[in-house]
């Protein structure tokens, strides 16, 4: 039996695409190690040049990746940031600061890796993402 927590935070995974599919005692599993991490409006989760190797599900809230001041896209609820970092441990490629109120929820690099062995589709959740991000930057060189 899950906790109120647990199934709150469940909840909230579920609405990023990513999770949509997941078992849920993969979720609960899930749901008992990500850390929430709260943002007041224009705090800064991470600078481009950091090192990190967790990524972050927002599950309420705007933020806003940004190389200096060029904003190179928005993300709200049910979208994925820093993943890049969770795959391939380099340096931060752009900064992440909240437009509003956020609520964040941390996924380590290890579980996300045990994640993505157990469940292919995870992968390609992930795969998904960073294919739709990429038209979106080819888009906007004209490419």
Same mark, same amino acid.
């Given at each position: 039996?899950?906790?109120?927590?647990?199934?709150?935070?469940?909840?909230?995974?579920?609405?990023?695409?990513?999770?949509?599919?997941?078992?849920?005692?993969?979720?609960?599993?899930?749901?008992?190690?990500?850390?929430?991490?709260?943002?007041?409006?224009?705090?800064?989760?991470?600078?481009?040049?950091?090192?990190?190797?967790?990524?972050?599900? #927002? +599950?309420? &809230?705007?933020?806003?990746?940004?190389?200096?001041?060029?904003?190179?896209?928005?993300? =709200?609820? @049910?979208?994925?940031?820093?993943?890049?970092?969770?795959?391939?441990?380099?340096?931060?490629?752009?900064?992440?600061?909240?437009?509003?109120?956020?609520?964040?929820?941390?996924?380590?690099?290890?579980?996300?890796?045990?994640?993505?062995?157990?469940?292919?589709? #995870? +992968?390609? &959740?992930?795969?998904?993402?960073?294919?739709?991000?990429?038209?979106?930057?080819?888009? =906007?060189? @004209?490419?």
């Amino acid at each position: 039996m899950t906790s109120a927590a647990t199934h709150d935070k469940m909840q909230r995974l579920r609405r990023a695409s990513l999770f949509a599919s997941t078992p849920a005692n993969v979720l609960a599993a899930l749901a008992d190690v990500v850390e929430e991490v709260q943002l007041a409006p224009n705090q800064q989760l991470f600078a481009k040049g950091d090192l990190g190797t967790s990524m972050y599900v #927002i +599950v309420a &809230g705007l933020v806003q990746v940004h190389i200096g001041d060029r904003t190179v896209v928005e993300l =709200s609820e @049910g979208e994925i940031v820093g993943e890049l970092a969770a795959l391939d441990p380099e340096p931060r490629s752009a900064s992440v600061s909240a437009i509003n109120p956020t609520t964040l929820y941390r996924i380590e690099q290890s579980t996300l890796h045990s994640l993505m062995a157990d469940h292919p589709q #995870i +992968v390609q &959740g992930i795969i998904k993402e960073l294919a739709h991000r990429l038209r979106e930057s080819n888009a =906007s060189y @004209g490419f």
